[in-house]
């Protein structure tokens, strides 16, 4: 459920997959594509910039039209550039496509992977001197040289169930694992995970609609209690030869190895976490001997997350320590750790880092995303390599939620910002200074866009927990009226649904505007939420998925349903995937605050589920097989009472139908009518097909309006 939809009814934000802003070597310009043409901007001056490939360019021999290049990254040099186009998707992203070189200096266009399959290339990468570019296709890696386009296969062994170079797909979802493999820093091998799925056991979804005869989609799948893929990681010469294997500690069946990179010229440094994913060692391994050795562990009560997949490790010192972040104080903080695994904390206070955002060696720097004062919002923050106290960096006239992709050099940044009353800008900020080079003009939709009045607040519910919350009120809001309520929930630990920003109040499911018709809009969040409010607030939900969150939300819903304008009578929740479980949890255990549910794509019985996620925070079979079992919705089915509407896509590879289907039986067992919205072959997004988004929000609507109708009375 890592990526599920998440937020008020859209699609969670997709990371970059593949090399992210293309900055000048100087740091004050970077590359984008622009109408078919890649071109240089400077940060610093708004306008047009310098055309570096043309659509002529960009226009294979013999063809008519320039590529549509979906990615593109320079060479060190600056000499050549990797493009990677007509891409199709695996599982969730585009990461399989084809690559071509277009080289500067001789004015030449070429398509690598002569002889592979049509998109069948991924993550392809310049060695570190341009000379030649390393990639997967087929679950095998390859390299390629530039001069004379001669290709190397390094991996023969690849098969859809031995993976070289990539991952399966519970790696892909739940640790964010995709590009599988790293060029040396001298160019001369690889080091790449091999994943071996063999035994792990297909799901068999079954298409009934695009052929004649129904036919089995398998999905390697492996369901709590199920061992994970083994895990390994080697070192491959380019020139081709035997795979050195890093001999990492443990059972590589139950352990995972959610990151590694290079630590030097001969030196590989990897993230181990063990099944339960509560121990986190850092290995230091040997590239020539394999030789592993353990310099740094961190452990927790409840479980540790994968360090960020989205930037490189962050060394300082050249090379002798790294920025690590760990919550072992109660809060997540960083943390710089040498070699021998001695730590120096750098934030220090009672506040979380959210995220790690630059490092400036040369101006002394640690840049971080942090709100301590208000966990509904986000800001750049600032501290300097030796620790100390923190700085925010962004104004505070930018109140909300903001975004920044700092230049290499640390004295620029690309700045976004938006907040639930304020459409997104976008400018060039110079650091630390903070002040707007280029950009921030509104852009002209938003003259016309209507924004909800979003209110935040907060509520202390009857367990002595602040939760919290925001409110749309209905558009011509009368206090002496009452009126229906909508929660839209989420619930578990893969995101927040109470954010300051732009989208915040919207409900891209309801058809028409549920202000003007006369529902008033809320969420919560409660505590497993990962907000930045302390490790005890986010992972006081272990074990509990199903109880302490659900009980959070009946209870801050109690606090909210005290309101005299609030029509007690007739209250719904709704939500998506984990918002989905929720969403049946509270209708089942708290019948007397809750009518009217919409649930969809929800994981019914939590022992469905993949194992990396629910294993993470609900323990391991048998031991804990309870919690599983106690917590899920397929649990409180026999308590049903108000008016239900379950929504499952058939052709779902996250959250399979099965958990609708087992749904359907325990109701039916217990006489308990709800009405069932299937969609054939649709996936955990339900957006394939003619139609189907207009069908979903129809159907959305007409239930709630049918069973918790608008408007004051």
């Not at 960009?58 to 493009?83: E, H, I, M, N, Y």
């Not at 993550?123 to 087929?138: N, R």
Request: glycine share 10%.
């Amino acid at each position: 459920m890592a990526g599920a939809l998440l937020l008020a009814g859209t699609a969670a934000t997709q990371a970059q997959v593949g090399p992210g802003t293309q900055w000048t070597k100087d740091g004050y310009g970077y590359f984008q594509v622009q109408q078919d043409e890649v071109v240089q901007l400077d940060a610093r001056k708004p306008g047009a910039g310098t055309t570096l490939l043309s659509k002529q360019q960009l226009t294979p021999a013999g063809q008519s039209a320039p590529l549509k290049v979906r990615r593109f990254s320079l060479s060190d040099d600056g000499q050549r550039v990797l493009l990677n186009t007509n891409t199709k998707k695996v599982w969730r992203y585009d990461t399989r496509g084809d690559y071509w070189v277009y080289d500067l200096k001789a004015k030449q266009l070429v398509q690598l992977g002569k002889g592979r399959p049509e998109s069948s290339l991924m993550f392809a990468k310049f060695s570190p001197d341009g000379g030649k570019v390393a990639y997967v296709s087929e679950h095998n890696l390859y390299v390629e040289n530039l001069a004379d386009h001669a290709i190397t296969q390094l991996t023969t062994d690849g098969t859809d169930r031995l993976i070289n170079g990539t991952f399966d797909w519970v790696y892909e979802e739940e640790l964010d694992c995709r590009d599988g493999f790293r060029w040396a820093p001298n160019g001369q091998s690889l080091a790449y995970w091999q994943l071996d799925a063999t035994k792990t056991r297909n799901y068999l979804m079954l298409n009934t609609t695009a052929a004649l005869y129904p036919y089995t989609v398998p999905v390697e799948y492996p369901v709590v209690g199920e061992d994970p893929s083994r895990c390994r990681v080697g070192v491959v010469p380019v020139a081709g030869g035997p795979t050195k294997w890093m001999e990492a500690p443990g059972d590589a069946v139950q352990h995972y190895l959610p990151r590694m990179e290079w630590a030097g010229p001969n030196e590989l440094i990897m993230q181990q976490l063990n099944r339960r994913q509560n121990e986190s060692k850092i290995l230091l391994c040997n590239a020539t001997t394999g030789a592993a050795k353990a310099i740094y562990t961190d452990t927790d009560k409840a479980w540790i997350d994968a360090k960020d997949g989205a930037v490189g490790w962050n060394w300082i010192e050249g090379g002798k320590k790294f920025v690590w972040a760990s919550e072992k104080d109660g809060w997540r903080h960083l943390y710089a750790v040498d070699r021998a695994g001695h730590e120096q904390l750098l934030t220090k206070g009672n506040y979380d880092v959210i995220s790690l955002e630059a490092i400036d060696e040369r101006g002394g720097t640690v840049y971080f995303m942090a709100s301590p004062a208000n966990a509904t919002q986000t800001y750049l923050y600032r501290v300097p390599l030796k620790g100390g106290v923190a700085t925010r960096v962004t104004p505070a006239a930018e109140a909300g939620t903001n975004g920044y992709d700092i230049s290499p050099n640390g004295k620029i940044a690309l700045h976004n910002h938006s907040s639930a009353s304020a459409f997104p800008t976008a400018d060039v900020v110079s650091l630390p200074a903070h002040q707007r080079l280029s950009g921030g003009e509104v852009p002209e939709q938003a003259k016309s866009f209507k924004l909800p009045k979003t209110e935040f607040f907060q509520v202390k519910t009857a367990d002595g927990v602040t939760l919290d919350g925001w409110m749309v009120k209905p558009t011509n809001f009368d206090p002496a009226k009452k009126y229906p309520i909508v929660f839209m929930v989420y619930g578990e630990p893969a995101s927040q649904t109470v954010v300051d920003r732009f989208g915040t109040g919207l409900n891209r499911l309801y058809q028409g505007s549920m202000a003007d018709d006369g529902y008033i809009y809320a969420s919560l969040d409660n505590r497993g939420a990962p907000a930045p409010r302390g490790r005890e607030f986010r992972k006081a939900i272990y074990h509990n998925i199903g109880s302490l969150n659900i009980r959070d939300q009946a209870l801050g819903a109690q606090e909210v349903l005290k309101n005299s304008f609030v029509d007690t009578s007739r209250v719904a929740v709704w939500g998506w995937s984990g918002g989905g479980s929720s969403t049946l949890n509270l209708l089942m255990q708290y019948p007397k605050i809750y009518q009217t549910g919409i649930s969809i794509a929800a994981v019914d019985n939590q022992l469905n589920y993949d194992n990396i996620y629910q294993e993470r925070y609900m323990g391991l079979l048998p031991e804990d097989r309870h919690f599983f079992v106690d917590n899920s919705p397929l649990a409180h089915a026999k308590d049903l009472r108000g008016h239900l509407l379950l929504i499952h896509g058939t052709g779902d590879d996250n959250v399979h139908y099965n958990n609708a289907e087992q749904m359907i039986n325990e109701l039916v067992k217990n006489n308990k009518t709800f009405q069932l919205m299937s969609y054939p072959n649709r996936t955990h997004s339900i957006s394939e097909g003619e139609g189907t988004s207009r069908h979903l929000s129809s159907t959305f609507t007409k239930f709630l309006r049918e069973n918790c109708p608008p408007g004051g009375r």
